[in-house]
């Protein structure tokens, strides 16, 4: 990989991350630069969620389109008045059992926070995770962090430090490398706004989990208007999506059909890739590029392999690419959800 050397990449222990180094990130935050670090869904990058300026050079560094709001890190529930406010007791019933974790709340703005974090909105996005790499950089840097995922807009998410820096190289200040991550699909995002509250996007924590806590929540699949500011990230655009034409095939015949699909993009002279799990991997012997994401029974694996699978394909040099579906229960249905929005077609 070519890198540039304008940016600093330093390895840190993801559970005993060095203070001096932590420190210096922290200061660079304070500074208005922009710091990618790992947390336990995929990478961040990182900045002063309370400077607007900062901000904004998260959406130019990205290619993010300003209506397409981000998500404020904090390190403690005592920081969560410094950016929401009327905070319903539901929020604390789910923060006690969740956080720190993959869970986002949307609750009303605290006034000090910039406008350009929550597109305009009245609402926040917030969520302390649960990485004590992230955790430390948000101490370190005294105010609550926003960080979307360190991509560039539309592309799979980073789970190592590798694809942070494929897909912003020079445009980052600094790039905290903490190893793989744990989840490898972004965190659940749960609108507390509305009544029932709503499930906006589908992630590390399942809806069956939310339910335990707070009763009903409904579930929105997808945004319903192309017009306004989305409500959360992962509604309005096409994201995860590799660069190469990604087909996701679904139905009782899915073997029989991707089998046919391999045979017919080939006959047309035209390489193909897979995306599937172990247990059908022997029926794809014939795929230019077979890439296995873990046992199709164990969706967290499949999950934590997932964007790292896609961007495998995506620079194997294929012409078309082919995924299987997964089951949608439990994090099956985040999976679901990302393949769905990377997609170029639904077979």
Request: charged share 20%; net charge neutral.
């Amino acid at each position: 990989m070519n890198l540039n050397a304008a940016v600093k990449v330093i390895s840190v222990d993801p559970l005993c991350p060095d203070r001096a180094i932590l420190a210096q990130a922290g200061e660079m935050i304070r500074q208005g630069r922009l710091v990618a670090f790992p947390t336990e869904t995929v990478y961040g990058l990182g900045a002063d969620g309370l400077s607007a300026p900062a901000v904004r050079r998260i959406f130019v560094a990205k290619g993010r389109p300003a209506d397409n709001p981000l998500i404020l890190h904090i390190a403690s529930l005592n920081d969560l008045p410094r950016v929401a406010c009327q905070v319903p007791s539901s929020a604390y019933a789910l923060a006690e059992r969740f956080w720190p974790g993959p869970l986002t709340l949307i609750l009303p703005r605290n006034k000090t926070v910039p406008a350009e974090v929550s597109a305009g909105l009245d609402t926040v996005a917030v969520r302390i995770p649960a990485h004590r790499v992230a955790l430390a950089l948000i101490n370190a840097g005294r105010t609550p962090i926003a960080a979307p995922s360190a991509n560039r807009a539309g592309r799979p998410s980073p789970t190592t430090a590798a694809h942070v820096l494929h897909d912003l190289g020079e445009r980052i200040d600094l790039l905290l490398d903490g190893g793989e991550t744990d989840v490898g699909v972004e965190s659940t995002v749960l609108d507390l706004t509305v009544t029932p509250p709503c499930l906006l996007r589908p992630g590390g924590i399942t809806i069956e989990e939310l339910k335990q806590v707070i009763g009903r929540v409904d579930l929105i699949g997808v945004e319903k208007t192309d017009s306004g500011p989305a409500r959360s990230p992962g509604l309005k655009y096409r994201h995860y999506a590799p660069q190469t034409p990604l087909l996701l095939v679904s139905g009782a015949e899915m073997v029989a059909k991707i089998i046919a699909l391999i045979a017919q993009y080939q006959g047309e002279g035209r390489r193909v890739g897979v995306l599937a799990g172990e247990e059908n991997s022997n029926y794809y012997k014939e795929a230019d590029y077979l890439v296995i994401i873990g046992r199709r029974a164990d969706l967290l694996q499949i999950a934590k392999n997932l964007f790292a699978g896609l961007r495998r394909l995506d620079a194997a040099g294929m012409d078309v690419l082919v995924a299987e579906i997964f089951d949608e229960q439990g994090i099956g249905v985040a999976i679901m959800n990302r393949l769905r929005k990377a997609a170029s077609e639904i077979i």
